[in-house]
């Protein structure tokens, strides 16, 4: 990954930013309006397509696919055996958590790659010690 990232997105930070009726619509609005130089990961990003497909139709699962390929300057991290393999530690390691996959895979990620502030609403994801964005504004 070229430049610093600053920031992790989750699902619910995508979900937020696009959804008008979302509680935390109005911070991740002007958020993603300047973004830094953030990252994601592929889970997260089929993630959002399956809450988007059952929630509303496949328009508005492709639309959001649409707005991740051109979210820039938005990183999309593979998941592969190795953040698998870090994902299960720490689903093993917070065993009494409702942790999905997903999420312990972008916890694996940012510890990884010492990203210190996470863009989500849900508060597993600060179970590291990451500063959840939500929480400062």
């Known amino acids: 990954m070229a430049r610093k990232v600053e920031a992790y997105v989750d699902t ?6 696009v959804d008008r009726s979302d509680t935390h619509h109005p911070l991740f609005l002007r958020l993603f309006s300047q973004p830094p130089q953030l990252v994601t990961t ?4 089929a993630e959002g397509h399956a809450w988007f497909l059952r ?6 699962a492709l ?3 649409a707005m991740i390929e051109d ?5 999309i991290a593979s ?3 190795s953040e698998l393999t870090g994902a299960t530690r720490i689903l093993r390691k917070f065993s009494d958590q409702d942790l999905t996959v997903a999420d312990a895979a972008g916890l694996h990620l940012m510890r990884e790659l010492k990203v210190s502030t996470c863009w989500s609403t849900d508060f597993h994801l600060g179970l590291t010690g990451v500063s959840l964005v939500v929480n400062e504004h």
């Open 55 to 60: 929630r509303y139709d496949r328009t508005r």
């Open 42 to 45: 592929t889970l997260v990003v």
């Open 79 to 81: 998941v592969g055996t």
């Open 71 to 75: 979210l820039a300057p938005l990183q």
């Open 63 to 65: 639309q959001f696919l």
């Open 12 to 17: 619910s930070a995508f979900i937020a930013f």
